[in-house]
Protein backbone atom coordinates (compact mmCIF):
# COMPACT_ATOMS: atom_id res chain seq x y z
CA UNK A 1 0.00 0.00 0.00
CA UNK A 2 1.27 3.04 -1.04
CA UNK A 3 0.07 6.81 0.61
CA UNK A 4 2.61 7.69 2.78
CA UNK A 5 1.96 11.48 3.20
CA UNK A 6 -1.30 9.86 4.77
CA UNK A 7 0.23 7.11 6.86
CA UNK A 8 -1.59 4.83 4.54
CA UNK A 9 -4.75 5.50 5.81
CA UNK A 10 -8.15 4.28 4.49
CA UNK A 11 -9.30 7.37 2.78
CA UNK A 12 -11.61 6.52 -0.30
CA UNK A 13 -8.70 6.94 -2.88
CA UNK A 14 -6.57 4.55 -0.99
CA UNK A 15 -9.74 1.80 -0.67
CA UNK A 16 -10.32 2.30 -4.59
CA UNK A 17 -7.13 1.68 -5.56
CA UNK A 18 -7.15 -1.20 -2.74
CA UNK A 19 -10.26 -2.89 -4.77
CA UNK A 20 -8.94 -2.26 -8.08
CA UNK A 21 -6.00 -4.23 -7.13
CA UNK A 22 -8.14 -7.32 -5.90
CA UNK A 23 -10.05 -7.04 -9.55
CA UNK A 24 -6.57 -7.62 -11.11
CA UNK A 25 -5.30 -10.18 -8.73
CA UNK A 26 -8.66 -12.17 -8.50
CA UNK A 27 -8.90 -12.24 -12.57
CA UNK A 28 -5.47 -13.67 -13.50
CA UNK A 29 -4.94 -17.06 -12.61
CA UNK A 30 -1.02 -16.58 -12.69
CA UNK A 31 -1.45 -14.89 -9.22
CA UNK A 32 -1.74 -17.35 -6.84
CA UNK A 33 -1.11 -15.29 -3.33
CA UNK A 34 -1.37 -11.52 -2.71
CA UNK A 35 0.93 -10.16 -0.42
CA UNK A 36 0.05 -7.00 1.25
CA UNK A 37 2.46 -4.11 1.92
CA UNK A 38 3.32 -0.96 2.97
CA UNK A 39 6.19 1.32 2.41
CA UNK A 40 7.07 4.01 5.04
CA UNK A 41 6.65 3.42 8.82
CA UNK A 42 3.11 2.62 9.49
CA UNK A 43 0.87 -0.06 7.40
CA UNK A 44 -2.07 1.12 8.16
CA UNK A 45 -3.39 4.35 9.99
CA UNK A 46 -7.15 3.27 9.92
CA UNK A 47 -10.29 5.22 8.86
CA UNK A 48 -9.06 8.90 7.25
CA UNK A 49 -10.06 11.36 9.60
CA UNK A 50 -10.28 14.33 7.16
CA UNK A 51 -12.75 12.55 5.01
CA UNK A 52 -14.87 11.43 8.79
CA UNK A 53 -15.77 15.00 10.25
CA UNK A 54 -19.15 16.33 9.77
CA UNK A 55 -17.72 18.83 7.65
CA UNK A 56 -16.34 16.39 5.27
CA UNK A 57 -18.79 13.42 5.41
CA UNK A 58 -17.06 9.73 4.10
CA UNK A 59 -17.44 9.48 0.74
CA UNK A 60 -18.70 6.35 -1.37
CA UNK A 61 -16.43 3.65 -0.97
CA UNK A 62 -14.46 4.70 2.09
CA UNK A 63 -16.07 2.34 4.56
CA UNK A 64 -13.51 -0.38 5.22
CA UNK A 65 -16.14 -3.11 5.68
CA UNK A 66 -16.57 -3.83 1.89
CA UNK A 67 -12.81 -4.25 1.63
CA UNK A 68 -12.04 -6.40 4.40
CA UNK A 69 -15.47 -8.35 3.88
CA UNK A 70 -13.71 -9.19 0.20
CA UNK A 71 -10.40 -10.29 1.12
CA UNK A 72 -11.82 -12.92 3.59
CA UNK A 73 -13.96 -13.87 1.21
CA UNK A 74 -11.32 -14.09 -1.88
CA UNK A 75 -11.04 -17.15 -3.28
CA UNK A 76 -7.13 -16.77 -2.54
CA UNK A 77 -4.93 -16.40 0.49
CA UNK A 78 -3.75 -13.20 1.42
CA UNK A 79 -0.21 -12.95 3.36
CA UNK A 80 0.25 -9.43 5.33
CA UNK A 81 3.83 -8.38 5.56
CA UNK A 82 3.38 -5.73 8.15
CA UNK A 83 6.48 -3.26 8.22
CA UNK A 84 4.97 -0.39 9.74
CA UNK A 85 2.50 0.49 12.63
CA UNK A 86 -1.11 -0.45 12.47
CA UNK A 87 -3.89 0.94 14.53
CA UNK A 88 -7.25 1.50 15.31
CA UNK A 89 -8.85 0.56 11.14
CA UNK A 90 -5.19 -0.42 10.40
CA UNK A 91 -5.24 -3.26 13.19
CA UNK A 92 -8.79 -4.41 11.16
CA UNK A 93 -7.04 -4.50 7.83
CA UNK A 94 -3.96 -6.54 9.49
CA UNK A 95 -6.23 -9.21 11.17
CA UNK A 96 -8.22 -9.22 7.98
CA UNK A 97 -4.85 -10.94 6.17
CA UNK A 98 -5.42 -15.08 6.20
CA UNK A 99 -1.82 -15.11 7.64
CA UNK A 100 0.56 -12.47 8.92
CA UNK A 101 4.08 -11.73 9.68
CA UNK A 102 4.92 -8.39 11.25
CA UNK A 103 8.54 -6.71 12.79
CA UNK A 104 8.05 -7.25 15.86
CA UNK A 105 8.47 -3.57 17.39
CA UNK A 106 5.41 -1.98 15.45
CA UNK A 107 2.76 -1.09 17.12
CA UNK A 108 -0.72 -2.07 16.79
CA UNK A 109 -4.10 -0.94 19.13
CA UNK A 110 -7.85 -0.44 18.95
CA UNK A 111 -7.39 3.12 19.28
CA UNK A 112 -11.11 4.16 19.00
CA UNK A 113 -12.35 4.77 21.96
CA UNK A 114 -9.46 7.42 22.19
CA UNK A 115 -11.52 9.48 20.00
CA UNK A 116 -14.83 8.71 21.40
CA UNK A 117 -15.40 6.52 18.54
CA UNK A 118 -15.43 2.35 18.89
CA UNK A 119 -13.99 -0.75 17.28
CA UNK A 120 -16.87 -1.20 15.21
CA UNK A 121 -16.43 -2.68 12.16
CA UNK A 122 -12.85 -4.14 12.82
CA UNK A 123 -14.55 -6.08 15.99
CA UNK A 124 -16.48 -8.53 13.45
CA UNK A 125 -13.03 -9.18 11.92
CA UNK A 126 -10.97 -9.54 15.13
CA UNK A 127 -13.36 -11.23 17.50
CA UNK A 128 -13.54 -14.55 16.50
CA UNK A 129 -9.45 -14.56 16.61
CA UNK A 130 -9.24 -13.13 20.53
CA UNK A 131 -10.35 -14.11 23.93
CA UNK A 132 -13.10 -12.19 25.72
CA UNK A 133 -10.78 -11.12 28.78
CA UNK A 134 -8.45 -10.07 26.21
CA UNK A 135 -10.78 -8.45 24.04
CA UNK A 136 -12.41 -6.20 26.91
CA UNK A 137 -9.10 -5.30 27.65
CA UNK A 138 -7.60 -4.53 24.55
CA UNK A 139 -10.78 -2.40 23.09
CA UNK A 140 -11.57 -0.10 26.64
CA UNK A 141 -8.32 0.41 27.31
CA UNK A 142 -6.97 2.36 23.94
CA UNK A 143 -3.38 1.16 24.15
CA UNK A 144 -0.88 0.57 21.62
CA UNK A 145 1.07 -2.80 22.26
CA UNK A 146 3.54 -4.07 19.71
CA UNK A 147 3.65 -7.19 17.59
CA UNK A 148 5.15 -9.41 20.11
CA UNK A 149 1.53 -8.74 21.97
CA UNK A 150 -0.99 -8.70 18.66
CA UNK A 151 0.28 -12.26 17.94
CA UNK A 152 0.05 -13.66 21.63
CA UNK A 153 -3.77 -11.93 21.23
CA UNK A 154 -4.23 -13.66 17.27
CA UNK A 155 -4.48 -10.77 15.51
CA UNK A 156 -1.67 -11.50 13.63
CA UNK A 157 0.23 -14.73 13.25
CA UNK A 158 3.71 -13.85 13.65
CA UNK A 159 6.53 -11.32 14.76
CA UNK A 160 10.04 -11.15 13.88
CA UNK A 161 13.06 -9.33 13.67
CA UNK A 162 13.34 -6.41 10.52
CA UNK A 163 16.11 -8.54 9.37
CA UNK A 164 14.04 -12.00 9.38
CA UNK A 165 10.52 -10.39 7.66
CA UNK A 166 10.82 -11.12 4.21
CA UNK A 167 12.34 -14.65 5.16
CA UNK A 168 9.15 -15.46 6.76
CA UNK A 169 6.90 -14.52 4.07
CA UNK A 170 8.91 -15.77 1.48
CA UNK A 171 8.78 -19.23 3.32
CA UNK A 172 4.97 -19.06 4.14
CA UNK A 173 4.30 -17.81 0.54
CA UNK A 174 6.49 -20.96 -0.80
CA UNK A 175 4.24 -23.16 1.25
CA UNK A 176 0.41 -21.37 0.13
CA UNK A 177 1.91 -22.31 -3.45
CA UNK A 178 2.26 -26.50 -2.49
CA UNK A 179 -1.23 -26.19 -2.59
CA UNK A 180 -4.16 -26.74 -5.12
CA UNK A 181 -5.97 -23.09 -5.41
CA UNK A 182 -8.96 -25.02 -5.25
CA UNK A 183 -8.35 -26.64 -1.89
CA UNK A 184 -6.66 -23.16 -0.47
CA UNK A 185 -10.21 -21.58 -1.69
CA UNK A 186 -12.21 -24.37 0.25
CA UNK A 187 -10.04 -24.19 3.30
CA UNK A 188 -11.01 -20.12 3.81
CA UNK A 189 -14.36 -21.25 2.96
CA UNK A 190 -14.15 -23.70 5.74
CA UNK A 191 -12.58 -21.68 8.00
CA UNK A 192 -15.06 -19.13 7.65
CA UNK A 193 -18.66 -21.02 7.20
CA UNK A 194 -18.19 -24.04 9.65
CA UNK A 195 -17.95 -21.33 13.30
CA UNK A 196 -21.46 -20.41 12.13
CA UNK A 197 -22.92 -23.79 11.77
CA UNK A 198 -24.47 -26.04 14.79
CA UNK A 199 -22.50 -29.57 14.72
CA UNK A 200 -24.80 -31.49 12.34
CA UNK A 201 -25.71 -29.14 9.67
CA UNK A 202 -21.83 -28.69 9.91
CA UNK A 203 -21.16 -32.29 9.31
CA UNK A 204 -23.63 -32.19 6.13
CA UNK A 205 -22.31 -29.44 4.95
CA UNK A 206 -18.88 -30.84 5.09
CA UNK A 207 -19.29 -34.35 3.90
CA UNK A 208 -20.20 -33.01 0.81
CA UNK A 209 -17.58 -30.73 0.18
CA UNK A 210 -15.08 -33.23 1.00
CA UNK A 211 -16.62 -35.17 -1.62
CA UNK A 212 -16.95 -32.53 -4.15
CA UNK A 213 -13.09 -31.67 -3.60
CA UNK A 214 -12.14 -35.72 -3.95
CA UNK A 215 -14.29 -36.23 -7.16
CA UNK A 216 -12.81 -32.80 -8.62
CA UNK A 217 -10.17 -32.51 -11.54
CA UNK A 218 -7.61 -30.95 -8.81
CA UNK A 219 -8.16 -33.80 -6.38
CA UNK A 220 -8.04 -36.20 -8.88
CA UNK A 221 -4.63 -35.14 -9.91
CA UNK A 222 -3.37 -33.87 -6.87
CA UNK A 223 -3.72 -37.70 -5.32
CA UNK A 224 -2.51 -39.20 -8.68
CA UNK A 225 0.51 -37.40 -8.04
CA UNK A 226 1.05 -37.90 -4.54
CA UNK A 227 0.46 -41.78 -5.20
CA UNK A 228 3.36 -41.44 -8.40
CA UNK A 229 5.63 -39.55 -6.27
CA UNK A 230 5.72 -36.48 -8.33
CA UNK A 231 4.61 -32.85 -7.85
CA UNK A 232 1.07 -32.07 -8.66
CA UNK A 233 0.32 -29.84 -11.81
CA UNK A 234 -0.12 -26.74 -9.23
CA UNK A 235 3.34 -26.77 -7.78
CA UNK A 236 6.24 -24.18 -8.49
CA UNK A 237 8.57 -26.43 -10.79
CA UNK A 238 5.83 -29.32 -11.77
CA UNK A 239 5.83 -30.17 -15.27
Not at 131 to 158: K, M, P, T, Y
Not at 166 to 178: H, K, N, T, W
Request: aromatic share 6%.
Amino acid sequence: MIDEANRNALSSTLVGEFHRALDDAEADESVRVVVVTNSGTVFCAGASLSERTTDHPAPVGADPARLFARILRSPKPFVGRIAGHAVAGGTGLAASMDISVAIDNVKFGFTEVRLGLAPAIISVICLPKMRGAEASEAFLRGNRFDALHAARLGIINHAVPADQLDDAVDEIVSDLLLGGPQALAAAKSILRTVPTLGFEEAISQMGDLSARLFASDEGQSGMTAYLEKRPPPWAPGAD
